[in-house]
C-alpha cells in the first residue's frame, strides 16, 4: 500500500481562501434584505411573574408587525440543549412564561420593519411584575422552599435524578471498590473544596438566526448551529408542529465552543415567521450573547484523595455541585464529566465514589462549553494531586508517573471501559523534557522580587457520547469520477469538512481537491447528531471511512460490468477498476460518465456509525511562571502541551485546535469570570467587563503529539477539540503554589488572591 | 449605539458652544464612551472641523487640540521626549490601535473617566484645559469641576522641566487599569497621581525631600488617598498597588537620572 | 442628510439618517466583510481604514466620513488574499469571523511598522481578538508574511 496523500498532512481548510478574503457566508451575510428584524423585551428581574403586559401602545408604532407575550406562545415544554432525542435536560422552557426566571428572560418578541422602530416599541410595552424572591447561592438551592421551576407540566424525559419539587435538575452516585477500605490504607490523604467560575465561551460571531418559508411554505431556519438537526426538533418541539414543516440551514459559523450546541434563540424568528408568514431575523448583541446565553457550569467540588507512602493512589471520593442557573440545558450531563473524566485519569486507584447534585437557580441557564464539566473536575483533581504529591513529598510529575492509567488499563470511573490506545506515560515524558521540568521544577528566585516557576497538569476527554452519537455521510461518484460527501456535521470553523474529505480522499486513493463537501441541511444532508462531544472525527469519520468502503464496491461492481467480468476479478486503485486476471481496466472518469447514460447503477452510498466506547484522547500539558511576588501578578512564559488524540488527521489544524484551547484555557485559569450582582444580574456583559485573552497575554504556546493507534477510530484518530482546554487551571495553580507556596483553589487565579496567599504566609 | 435627530458640523466654537446649551445636544469627540449611552439626543455636534486635531508646539509649550486622537499623541515625537516616553506608556495598553485612532485627547480629558489613563499621565503635568468659554484651568482643578456646557478646546503641556514615568497595573493587558501612577519630579517638589481608584485621579504634591526615603513616601502618599472595590479588584489591594506603583514609577526615574534625581 | 464618501474608491452621494452606523451603513453598501463582534470598541472585527488609518467603523460615527475616503477588505482583496495563503498553510483562519477586521490591521500594520518586532506585532494588534486560534496560529503567519513582504522588497 502506498502511503496516504491526505491523513497525516497540513492540508489547507477548503473554505480557508473564501473566509480570509471576507467573502459573505455567514448567517446574517446571507438573510433576505426584507427580514423583520426581531427584539425581545427582557425581564429586570431575577424572579417574578407577569402580573399584567399592555403591549397596545408599542404596537401603534409605525413599522410594527407583531408583539407576542405569554399569551400567545404555545403551552409546549421543551429544552434547548442540543442533545439526542430523548434528551437528559428537562424539558422546562416555554418560548414565553408569565413566570420569569433570571435577569434576562424574555418577556416580549417584538417584531418590525427595522430596528429604530423595534427599539421604540420595546420601550413602550408595560409590565407589571409581581417580583418573587430568588434563589441566587446555589449552595442554598437543593430543597429550597423558594422552587424555581414548580410548574406541574415540567417533565423531566430520562432518569437523571430531577425533581423540580427540589430545585433538582439531577442526582447520582457511582462507585467502585471498597471506598472506606481504600482510604484506611492511606497514609496521606487531601481533602477540600475547589471552585470553579462560569465562563462565556465567547465565540467572535454572536448567536444569530433567519426563517423564511420555502417554496413549499415549510419553516426554514438558517441558523448558526452547531447542531442542525437538533435545531429542527427543538423548533418543531416548542412550536408545536410537525417537523415535516421545518428545515434547517447551517451556513458558515463564526465559533462555538459548545455555545452553539444549545438552540438559545432559534426558537424566536421561527415563531415571528410561523405566525407572520413573513422572513424574520434575529442577531444577539453581545450584550445579549453575555447576558441571556449558555456559559459553562459553575461547579463546587468537595474532592478526598489518598495514597499510600509509597506513592500509590488508592482512593478518590468527590461531590460535584452544579450550578444549571434558571433552565437545565446540558445541566444532567455536564455534571458527568467533571467525575468521570478526572477520576479516569487515575485508574489504578483500588475505589472511587463520585456524587453530584445539580442545581435550579435564578441566574441566566448554564450550557455547554468546550469541557462540558471535565475542566471543572480536572482543575480539583489535578490540583489535589499536586497537593497529595507535596504531602508525600514527591515530585508532582514522578507522582503521576506512578498512578496515571496506562495503555490496557480498565478505567472503572470511565464506564469501565478499557485505555485501549493511551499514550499519556508518553505525553507526560514529552512535555516535562519540552519545559526542562527537571531542572526548573519546582522554582527559582530571580532575585528582584520575581519567582519562576513550573507546574504540570494531565487530561483526559472523550471522543464521543458512546452508544448515542450518530454520524452518517453520503458519498457520490458525478461526472468525469469527482465524489460529492454530503455531511450533516457541523463544521464550525475547525476544519471536519476537510478533515472528513481527507479521509475520503485517503479511501476513494484521490486527492483531497477531487472531493466536495456540502453541509448542512436538514433536508438533504445524512443524519448527524451534531458538531459536540468531541465526536465529529471519530464519529462522522468512521461513517465516511464505512460509506467509502461501500462505494468502492458499487464501483467495482459496475466496473467489472462495464467489462463484462466477474467483479470477484476486479479492483479499484482510484483511478480505475482493473482486472486482476489481465490488463484490463476501465477509469474511474468512464464508469462515472457511463453511469450517468442509460444505467440502473447509481453510484452513491451512505453510511452511518455510532459507537459502543468512547475512546479517552490524553494530554500533558505544563507552564512555566513568572510571580511578582510584591502584587502577586501571573505573568506566563511559556507553554509546552502534548496531545494523544490518536492518529493525527491534519497537523496543523489539530495544532491550532491545542493552541486555541490553550488560550481559551488561560483565560478561564487567570480572569474570565461571570460576575453577578445582588440582583442576580450579570456584571460581565460586554467584553469591555468580561476580558479574553488578547495577544499580549498569552505566552509561546509550543505543542507536540505523542500518537497512540485507537483501533476503533477512523484511521486510529480520536479526539482533540475539547481536551485541549482542560489543562492551564489546574496547571498554572500548581506553578502559583510551586512559586510562592499559595493554593488557589478557586478561579480566576487573580493577581489579588496571589497576593492574599503571600501576604496570609507571611 | 448613538442615536439622534441631527448631526451637525460645527463651523465655529461659538456656533457649536449655542448648540451645545441644549440639554438634549452633546458634543461627539471619538465617540468611544458616547455611543455606550442609552440615549436619544437632540442633535449630535461635531467639532472636527474646527482645526482641533493638531498638536503644535513652542519654547514654552505643546498645545494638543481637543480633537487629536490618541494614537497621534502617543506617536507624537516631541512629547514623548519631554515626557521620556510616559505619555506613550499612558496610553498604548488602551483597547487597541484602531480604538485609540479613533478617540480623542478632548474626549478623554473631558469625561474625567475614574478608569482614565490619559487624566492620570496630564494631571501631573503643568497642564491646562482650555475651555471655550471659561478659560484657561489648571488640569488638576479641571479634573475635580462638575461636568457643565463649556467646550475643551485644547490642552496645553506647559514645558516645565519635569522627570516624569508612568505605570499602571492591569488583569488583562488591554482592560482598564486596576490602579494608575503617574510621578512629575521637578526642581523641588515631586507629583504623584493615582488614578482609578476606582475614582478619578487626582494628585498629591510633596518637596522633593519626602520621597528621600522612597518606601516611606510610597506608602503614605497610597496610604493618603481613598479607594473603593469593584469587580477588578478590592479597595485594600488597590491600595496595595498604588504603593507599589509608586514606588516603582519613581525608580524608573531614578534608573534614568541616577542620583541626579535629586539635584537636578 | 447628505454625505459624500468613497467607499474602495468608489465616489458614493447618499442622503442618510444622521445616526447612521458607520458599520452597518458599510454592510449596506455590500461590504459584509465588516463584522460586528461587540458594542464597546473592543473586538476590532469591524476594522476599517479611513484616509488609510485603521479605525473601528464602529466607533466613529458615519458622518466622519464625509468627504474621505473608507477602505474595507472588498478593496484589497489581492493582499487580503496574499497575506491569508500565510493564515491557511496555518489553519490559523479557523472560524475565518475575526479574519477580516484582523487582516485590515495587519495590512495597515505592515505599512506603519518598518520591521515590527515580536513585541510590535502583538501590540499592534491586540484591539483585535480571536477566540479559535490564541493566537499563536495567527501570529506565526504574521511573522511569516513579514518576513515575505520585507524580502519582496528587498528583491524590488
Given amino acids: 500500500m502506498s502511503e496516504s496523500k491526505a491523513i497525516n498532512k497540513p492540508i489547507r481548510k477548503k473554505d480557508a481562501m473564501t473566509l480570509v478574503t471576507g467573502k459573505p457566508v455567514y448567517c446574517d451575510d446571507l438573510a433576505p434584505k426584507d427580514c423583520l428584524i426581531i427584539k425581545l423585551l427582557r425581564s429586570p428581574h431575577p424572579h417574578a411573574l407577569i402580573d399584567d403586559i399592555n403591549t397596545s401602545i408599542a404596537e401603534k408604532v409605525p413599522g410594527i408587525e407583531a408583539i407576542y407575550t405569554y399569551k400567545d406562545v404555545p403551552n409546549n415544554r ?111 490523604i487531601v481533602e477540600e473544596t475547589y471552585h470553579t467560575q462560569a465562563n462565556q465561551q465567547a465565540m467572535m460571531e454572536t448567536f444569530r438566526a433567519y426563517a423564511t418559508k420555502d417554496v413549499y411554505n415549510r419553516l426554514t431556519i438558517v441558523s448558526a448551529t452547531q447542531v442542525t438537526f437538533h435545531v429542527r426538533r427543538i423548533v418543531a418541539t416548542a412550536l408545536g408542529i410537525p417537523k415535516t414543516d421545518v428545515r434547517v440551514i447551517k451556513p458558515r459559523i463564526g465559533g462555538g465552543f459548545g455555545a452553539k450546541q444549545t ?60 450550578n444549571t442557573g434558571a433552565y437545565g440545558e446540558h445541566g444532567p450531563t455536564t455534571v458527568g464529566l467533571s467525575g468521570h473524566k478526572a477520576i479516569a485519569l487515575y485508574s489504578r486507584a483500588d475505589a472511587y465514589r463520585f456524587v453530584y447534585d445539580v442545581v435550579y437557580t435564578n441566574i441566566m441557564a448554564a450550557g455547554a462549553y468546550r469541557g462540558y464539566g471535565a475542566p471543572q473536575g480536572i482543575f480539583a483533581v489535578e490540583s489535589a494531586i499536586d497537593e497529595l504529591a507535596h504531602k508525600l513529598d514527591i515530585d508532582p510529575a514522578r507522582f503521576r508517573e506512578m498512578n496515571i492509567t496506562k495503555e490496557g488499563d480498565v478505567m472503572p470511573a470511565y464506564y469501565g471501559e478499557t485505555a485501549n490506545s493511551c499514550a499519556l506515560d508518553r505525553c507526560l515524558d514529552r ?18 522580587g520575581k519567582i519562576r516557576s513550573v507546574g504540570m497538569a494531565l487530561a483526559l476527554q472523550g471522543s464521543c457520547i458512546s452508544n448515542l452519537d450518530v454520524g452518517s455521510v453520503a458519498l457520490k461518484v458525478n461526472d468525469d469520477g469527482f465524489y460529492s460527501l454530503m455531511i ?27 472531493i466536495v463537501v456540502q453541509g448542512v441541511d ?24 464505512k460509506t467509502c468502503a461501500a462505494l468502492t464496491e458499487k464501483i467495482k461492481k459496475y466496473g467489472a460490468l462495464l467489462m463484462g467480468c466477474d467483479e470477484k476479478d476486479v479492483d479499484f486503485n482510484g483511478k480505475e477498476v482493473y482486472r486482476i486476471s489481465n490488463d484490463e481496466k476501465i477509469s474511474l472518469k468512464d464508469i462515472a460518465n457511463s453511469s450517468m447514460c442509460n444505467s440502473s447503477n447509481a453510484l452513491y452510498a451512505s453510511e452511518g456509525h455510532a459507537s459502543p466506547v468512547s475512546p479517552p484522547p490524553f494530554m500533558a500539558g505544563a507552564v512555566e511562571i513568572e510571580i511578582d511576588t510584591e502584587t502577586g501578578k501571573v505573568e506566563l512564559i511559556d507553554y509546552k502541551a502534548v496531545v494523544d488524540c490518536g492518529t493525527v488527521i491534519n497537523p496543523n489544524l489539530a495544532r491550532v485546535q491545542t493552541e486555541g484551547g490553550i488560550g481559551q484555557g488561560i483565560g478561564m485559569a487567570l480572569y474570565e469570570d461571570i460576575n453577578y450582582n445582588d440582583n442576580g444580574g450579570t456584571r460581565s456583559n460586554s467584553f469591555m467587563q468580561y476580558k479574553i485573552p488578547t495577544r499580549q497575554d498569552i505566552c509561546p504556546v509550543e505543542v507536540d503529539f505523542e500518537s497512540s493507534y485507537e483501533p476503533t477510530g477512523p484511521f486510529g484518530a480520536k479526539s482533540i477539540g475539547e481536551i485541549v482546554i482542560n489543562t492551564p487551571p489546574p496547571a498554572i495553580a500548581n506553578a502559583v503554589y510551586n512559586a510562592v507556596g499559595v493554593r488557589i483553589r478557586e478561579l480566576p487565579i487573580t493577581s489579588e488572591k496571589v497576593y492574599r496567599g503571600i501576604k496570609d504566609e507571611d | ?103 480623542t485627547l478632548g474626549g478623554s480629558i473631558f469625561g474625567r473617566f475614574g478608569f482614565s489613563d490619559v487624566l492620570s499621565m496630564f494631571i501631573v503635568m503643568d497642564s491646562y484645559v482650555e475651555l471655550y468659554k471659561g478659560g484657561i484651568v489648571p488640569m488638576h482643578e479641571f479634573a475635580k469641576m462638575p461636568y457643565d456646557d463649556d467646550i475643551l478646546v485644547s490642552i496645553i503641556v506647559k514645558k516645565k522641566p519635569l522627570r516624569l514615568a508612568y505605570s499602571s497595573f492591569r488583569n488583562q493587558s488591554t482592560d482598564f487599569p486596576v490602579v494608575t501612577c503617574a510621578v512629575a519630579i521637578g526642581e523641588d517638589i515631586i507629583t ?19 520621597c528621600r526615603d522612597l518606601k516611606d513616601y510610597a506608602k503614605k502618599t497610597a496610604e493618603s488617598f481613598d479607594y473603593e472595590s469593584n469587580m477588578r479588584a478590592s479597595a485594600e489591594y488597590r491600595r496595595h498597588i498604588a504603593e507599589v506603583l509608586i514606588k516603582r514609577t519613581v525608580e524608573k526615574i531614578e534608573v534614568r537620572y541616577g542620583n541626579q534625581i535629586m539635584d537636578k | 442628510m447628505e454625505i459624500k464618501l468613497w467607499i474602495n474608491d468608489k465616489l458614493i452621494i447618499d442622503n442618510v439618517e444622521p445616526d ?86 495587519v495590512l495597515a500594520m505592515e505599512r506603519d511598522i518598518e520591521n515590527p518586532s515580536d513585541d510590535d506585532i502583538k501590540e499592534y494588534l491586540s484591539g483585535n481578538l480571536c477566540r479559535c486560534t490564541g493566537y499563536t496560529g495567527q501570529f506565526r503567519a504574521v511573522k511569516k508574511y513579514i518576513a515575505y513582504k520585507r524580502g519582496v522588497k528587498a528583491d524590488e
Fill in chain 1, 78 to 188: 421543551f429544552t434547548n440543549a442540543g442533545q439526542t432525542y430523548p434528551e437528559a435536560s428537562p424539558y422546562d422552557r416555554l418560548i414565553l412564561e408569565k413566570r420569569v426566571r433570571y435577569v434576562g428572560d424574555p418577556v416580549a418578541i417584538v417584531a418590525g420593519e427595522n430596528e429604530k422602530a423595534v427599539d421604540k416599541a420595546l420601550k413602550l410595552i408595560k409590565v407589571k411584575y409581581e417580583v418573587l424572591e430568588p434563589v441566587l447561592d446555589f449552595r442554598q438551592a437543593k430543597d429550597n422552599e423558594i422552587l424555581v421551576h414548580p410548574e406541574d407540566n415540567w417533565k423531566s424525559l430520562c432518569p437523571v435524578g430531577a425533581d423540580n419539587k427540589r430545585n433538582l435538575c439531577a442526582h447520582e452516585v457511582s462507585e467502585n471498590g471498597d471506598l472506606e477500605k481504600a482510604f484506611s490504607q492511606c497514609d496521606a
Fill in chain 1, 263 to 322: 438552540a438559545v434563540m432559534e426558537v424566536y424568528p421561527a415563531f415571528v415567521t410561523y405566525m407572520t408568514g413573513k422572513n424574520s431575523k434575529l442577531v444577539y448583541t453581545r450584550e445579549e450573547t453575555q447576558t441571556a446565553s449558555s456559559p459553562r457550569h459553575e461547579m463546587e467540588i468537595k474532592l478526598k484523595i489518598g495514597a499510600t507512602k509509597d506513592g500509590i493512589i488508592k482512593a478518590i471520593d468527590m461531590y460535584t455541585l452544579s
Fill in chain 1, 431 to 448: 512535555v516535562k523534557e519540552m519545559i526542562d521540568w527537571d531542572n526548573k521544577y519546582p522554582a527559582r528566585d530571580m532575585g528582584n
Fill in chain 1, 488 to 514: 450533516g456535521a457541523s463544521d464550525m470553523g475547525t476544519g471536519c469538512d476537510t478533515i472528513l474529505a481527507q479521509m475520503a480522499a485517503d479511501c476513494m486513493c484521490c486527492d483531497v481537491d477531487n
Fill in chain 1, 522 to 545: 436538514t433536508d438533504t444532508s445524512p443524519y448527524d447528531s451534531g458538531s459536540y462531544a468531541s465526536s465529529t472525527t471519530y464519529i462522522t469519520g468512521m461513517a465516511v471511512v
Fill in chain 2, 1 to 103: 449605539m448613538l442615536r439622534c435627530n441631527d448631526y451637525i458640523f460645527a463651523e465655529s466654537l461659538e456656533e457649536a458652544y449655542e448648540l451645545n446649551q441644549k440639554k438634549n445636544n452633546v458634543i461627539v469627540a471619538g465617540n468611544g464612551w458616547l455611543k455606550l449611552r442609552k440615549r436619544q439626543w437632540g442633535t449630535v455636534i461635531d467639532i472636527s472641523r474646527l482645526c482641533l486635531d493638531k498638536i503644535t508646539e513652542n519654547d514654552e509649550e505643546f498645545r494638543i487640540g481637543a480633537m487629536v486622537c490618541l494614537s497621534d499623541i502617543e506617536n507624537h515625537k516631541e512629547l514623548n521626549d519631554y515626557t521620556d516616553g510616559a505619555v506613550k506608556e499612558s496610553l498604548r495598553h488602551i483597547v487597541g490601535t484602531q480604538f485609540r485612532n479613533c478617540v
Fill in chain 2, 192 to 210: 504623584t497621581a493615582i488614578g482609578a481608584r476606582p475614582a478619578k485621579a487626582d494628585i498629591r504634591t510633596d518637596g522633593i525631600d519626602a
Fill in chain 3, 20 to 105: 447612521t452606523p458607520m458599520l452597518e451603513y458599510l454592510r449596506d453598501k455590500g461590504c459584509y466583510s465588516i463584522k460586528r463582534g461587540c458594542e464597546t470598541s473592543n473586538c476590532g472585527l469591524c476594522t476599517v481604514w479611513l484616509e488609510g488609518k485603521p479605525i473601528l467603523s464602529c466607533t466613529l460615527p458615519l458622518m466622519r466620513a464625509d468627504g474621505k475616503h473608507i477602505t474595507t477588505l472588498e478593496g484589497l482583496r489581492k493582499e487580503a488574499a496574499e497575506f491569508g495563503e500565510f493564515l491557511a498553510d496555518e489553519g490559523a483562519e479557523q472560524c475565518g469571523f475575526c479574519n477580516p477586521g484582523f487582516i485590515m490591521n
